[in-house]
């Protein structure tokens, strides 16, 4: 399984983003995770389509994580800003498969993430229709949070169930837990703090792929 590193710039210094990026990109990462946050579905607010468009990621592939209510209604602003991938919650959404469909129409790949405590066979039925699953080992909202390993039984559900699509994996995630998450089937591992506040961005990111 070939494991991706998606650089979360939650950990970035915005007072000099773009340079971060670089970094991350020339260490190594293979995505850039841009975590949206609007101060109601989680406790607190982070960046929207603005920043998002500000950013040069050399190609590389943008996830944007909603972590916000009535995500559809900005799936145009954060695909016109660079984003190829938009995450929504599932709890965000009233009609989830009616959600997906508009993220391919906006046309991005389409996403679909869970919290903790929501139970993962929430969306097996639209599996069919996503890229990529994204298992949250945090609460959303905060960096630099504690991983609760349980939620690596998510993830091996979701290939028990033979879903052969991205799993990506968030919150908590370092060169101690890395490990857990690719043994459990995770292939693309969200790290935020743990590339940033790294001595060496480069060495961090090779150790997290294995």
Aim: hydrophobic fraction near 45%.
């Amino acid at each position: 399984m070939h494991i991706q590193i998606s650089t979360s710039i939650l950990s970035a210094d915005f007072s000099k983003l773009q340079e971060e990026v670089d970094s991350v990109i020339a260490a190594g990462c293979d995505r850039i995770h841009f975590d949206v946050m609007d101060g109601h579905f989680v406790p607190n607010i982070s960046f929207g389509a603005p920043v998002l468009k500000w950013v040069d990621s050399k190609g590389l592939p943008i996830d944007a994580h909603l972590m916000i209510e009535e995500p559809w209604k900005y799936y145009d602003d954060f695909v016109k800003a660079g984003a190829t991938t938009l995450i929504i919650h599932a709890e965000a959404c009233d009609d989830l498969r009616k959600r997906i469909l508009q993220i391919k129409e906006a046309g991005a790949l389409p996403g679909v993430s869970v919290k903790p405590g929501t139970p993962i066979s929430m969306i097996f039925d639209v599996l069919d229709m996503v890229d990529q699953v994204l298992v949250m080992t945090v609460e959303p909202g905060f960096s630099g949070q504690d991983f609760m390993a349980e939620m690596m039984e998510k993830v091996k559900a979701l290939r028990e169930r033979g879903f052969k699509g991205h799993i990506g994996i968030d919150g908590g995630v370092n060169l101690e837990t890395a490990e857990m998450c690719r043994e459990a089937g995770g292939d693309i591992l969200a790290a935020a703090s743990a590339i940033f506040k790294a001595k060496d961005r480069k060495a961090a990111i090779a150790a997290m792929k294995g």
